[in-house]
């Protein structure tokens, strides 16, 4: 049966009984024009990097996924991909949960965490993306179907700029009728008040803010008593959310902050296993947790993740930052998680995002609106291989900061 908008992806009628014939890293890289060269957390990006993995079936239907490992180090994601291949050759790639559990017992011993699951996140995705192609089925409904009829999203941006310049994004961001926005601190408590204020200011009263420490600052943390002082500094502004406080691993620094200060407190973005979200939450570490199917191991990870989150009566707002494959495969998972409350949307100018995309996305005032094309939405085409060839200079790198 063949799905008449999406003739293009190959529909046919059951998943089962394919074959997976190739397994291929595909990397496609944009730079960013000279005005977009930001500086970002504690690092500078001269453009931005998708890590891909195609899928290859017998039937000719091919699936994309992405790891946002790509942004950081694609030598090391080609190399893991690689190195599942001749494994997943021959295997019928609707065993989804099976092939991930074979992969991750490849890697056991040197792989239980950290890129070696976010590499096999891109795998996971793309043989989602495959199923849901050849049964005619956005990825959503394969995985339970729609929990929400919308979800709201935030643009994710406000890196390091000229107050001309923030004024300039927090009118693009308002103009485009996002519902929040999220901008990046760790300056200091003066500094980091005195932007949030600003943005407030230029946002105007529709439009949220939250902010972001990145780890609470990457590459140089923070100690919770540094990072509640920066707390401190911006709870009477009625943000948000204050997101990664501290570093990835102070979990314990995470629950003084979110014990000492009346803002919710958000992380796990860059949590690459169950173990360390349940950390998280059983440490009472953080009012909103922020999973990444790029990044976690898959879509199902995530969806899993928002129920270990739900019983522990903490919210859910995906991670998303990439191109088209960690934005979709977030929002797959978040509309299929119920307590997912938020969509993170990288507002970075990023032709992979949209041009990565079967269909636009779907957003009535703000709010996303569950993706319809089958499998996750991706396309991926030797037209925009050519147009976006692999620049190795694009890897994301920390400097330090002042
Ligand atoms: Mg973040």
Known sequence: MTIQPFSDVGVVSDARGTRIVAVRPVFLSYTYPPEHVQGWSGGRLPGITAGLVEITTDTGVTGVGETYAGVFAPDVVRAIVEYHAAGLIGQDPSNIERLWHECRSRMLYWGRNGIAI????????????VCGKLVGKPVVELLGGPCHDSLPRYASGGMEADAAGMRAEATSVRDAGYL??????GVSPEADRAKAQFMIDALGPDVRLAVDAVQGTNPNPW??????????????????WYEEPCAAWDVDGYAACRAALDIPIAGGESCTSP???QAFLDR???DILQPDASWLGGLLPVVRAGAMAAR??????VHAWGSAGTVLANYHAGFATPACGWLEFPSQPNPLISE?????????????????????????????????????????HFEERR
Do not use: C, F, N
Not at 363 to 391: D, F, K, M, N, S
């Open 118 to 129: 976010a590499t096999l996140s891109a795998i996971e995705a793309a043989l989602w993306d």
């Open 180 to 185: 929040a926005m999220k901008i990046r601190t």
């Open 223 to 240: 100690s919770a008593t540094q990072a509640i002082a920066a707390g401190k500094a911006l709870e009477d502004l009625g943000l948000l």
């Open 275 to 277: 173990e360390e979200v």
């Open 284 to 286: 009472g570490a953080v």
């Open 312 to 317: 522990a009566k903490v919210g859910v707002a």
């Open 356 to 396: 990565l995309m079967v269909e636009p996305l779907r957003v009535e005032q703000g709010r996303v609106l569950p993706p319809t094309a089958p499998g996750l939405g991706l396309r991926l085409t030797p037209e925009l291989e050519a147009a976006y060839p692999y620049r190795a200079d694009h890897r994301y």
